[in-house]
């Protein structure tokens, strides 16, 4: 009774505690717009972007653990296992919405764009009148305080995870259409079965020889015991032909001992020989009932979203290959974490830039050389290459 309680009151528990994490989730961000708008010039951009990015992952950990009872569930598939492109978007994603949030809030204040940048809607202004073009200064120079630029770069590098990603989606989706070839285990599990009819016949041939020895061995024991009866109760001059009987019936009760010893261990060997043939079945067997339970078409799942593991990002997704390590999916791995990390450096420098955070009429965001992006999209070309090709043997 008490441990059905105390399980009653964990379960009623649980709840409220989600209940105070959201709430507190959401404490914080109000803090942090409250901050950003008010402390802007005390608290840092950047230490406030960084903020921003702690409350997105305490977030998704939230989600997570609400949705499949792990920090990190955001990252688990429809397959129970740890997902590399969904790691992807949601590091492109925290970067640049956290950066955009960290920019734009302050902007919005009434104060937010400075007289200092009045000078530069003035010279806006005065260019426009200058160029002839006949646009009307007032129009062309309005202050934009949501006016955040993402350069082509990033937006390409974000289409490309997002391409990466749907592209992943389809070729899994095509592959589970499949089903798993799985003759050559059920003729394994044939072959182990045969085996251990061969060892259990084997064994009982043995185990009946024993007995039939172990009787013989008994009979010639009572024999012998009836020899030694005879040889004390005869007289003196009848003892020298008892004698001979007890000897007589002695060998041959060695002898028949000897045989069911031997018989005895030719049986335990025929046994232990047993035993391995039907440990090596229930393997297999179990292999293969697990390699049809562990399918979704080609694909290898997990039961639960308990067996997921930061492994997944690594290896294959197959039943052929997911105990493989991917090496497109390391290398993918290595690119998007360098391109990321130096992006969010080139977004830091920029946070500290009060004055471009304060142009009024655009901030654009840091740019990078297209070569890397051409060196992501050949990543993530190889990536889905080697997705599209089968490892696993498919049935007819």
């Given at each position: 009774m008490e441990t059905g309680a105390s399980v009653e009151a964990t379960d009623k528990a649980r709840p409220s505690g989600q209940l105070f994490l959201f709430l507190l989730f959401f404490s914080l961000l109000v803090g942090w717009v409250v901050v950003s708008w008010r402390e802007h010039q005390i608290f840092l951009a950047v230490a406030r972007w960084l903020c921003m990015i702690g409350l997105m992952l305490f977030f998704l950990a939230l989600v997570g653990r609400e949705v499949n009872h792990r920090v990190d569930g955001a990252l688990i598939d429809a397959r129970n296992k740890l997902s590399l492109s969904r790691l992807q978007i949601l590091l492109w994603t925290i970067l640049t919405l956290s950066a955009y949030l960290t920019i734009v809030l302050?902007?919005?204040l009434p104060n937010g764009l400075d007289a200092v940048t009045s000078a530069i809607v003035n010279e806006c202004q005065t260019n426009v009148k200058n160029s002839g073009s006949g646009a009307n200064p007032d129009e062309a120079c309005i202050r934009e305080?949501?006016?955040?630029s993402f350069p082509p770069e990033l937006i390409l590098a974000m289409g490309i995870s997002a391409a990466s990603f749907a592209g992943s989606s389809l070729v899994q989706s095509s592959k589970k259409?499949?089903?798993v070839n799985i003759e050559a285990?059920?003729?394994?599990?044939?072959?182990?079965?045969?085996?251990?009819?061969?060892?259990?016949?084997?064994?009982?041939?043995?185990?009946?020889?024993?007995?039939?020895?172990?009787?013989?061995?008994a009979d010639l024991k009572t024999e012998l015991e009836a020899a030694q009866k005879q040889f004390n109760e005869a007289a003196v001059d009848a003892k020298p032909d008892a004698q001979?009987?007890?000897?007589?019936?002695?060998?041959?009760?060695?002898?028949?001992?000897?045989?069911?010893?031997?018989?005895a261990n030719e049986w335990q060997l025929a046994e232990d020989a047993f035993t391995?043939?039907?440990?090596?079945?229930?393997?297999?067997?179990?292999?293969?009932?697990k390699a049809r339970v562990e399918s979704d078409g080609l694909l290898h799942k997990n039961a639960s979203t308990a067996d997921a593991r930061w492994a997944d990002l690594f290896r294959g997704e197959e039943i052929g290959d997911y105990q493989l390590i991917d090496m497109s999916k390391v290398q993918m791995f290595f690119f998007t974490l360098v391109i990321v990390f130096a992006y969010g450096v080139a977004v830091a420098s920029l946070l500290q830039d009060t004055t471009a955070?304060?142009?009024?009429?655009?901030?654009?965001?840091?740019?990078?050389?297209?070569?890397?992006?051409?060196?992501l999209g050949i990543s993530h070309g190889a990536y889905l290459s080697v997705k599209t090709v089968d490892h696993t043997k498919t049935g007819n």
């Open positions: 302050p902007r919005t305080p949501l006016n955040i259409s499949k089903t285990r059920d003729a394994k599990v044939d072959a182990a079965r045969r085996q251990r009819a061969i060892t259990d016949e084997a064994r009982a041939q043995k185990l009946a020889e024993l007995n039939r020895l172990a009787q013989s061995a001979i009987k007890v000897n007589a019936a002695q060998a041959r009760y060695d002898a028949a001992d000897k045989a069911r010893q031997k018989a391995k043939a039907d440990q090596e079945f229930a393997k297999i067997e179990a292999d293969t009932e955070l304060r142009h009024p009429l655009i901030v654009t965001l840091p740019s990078f050389s297209s070569s890397l992006n051409t060196l």
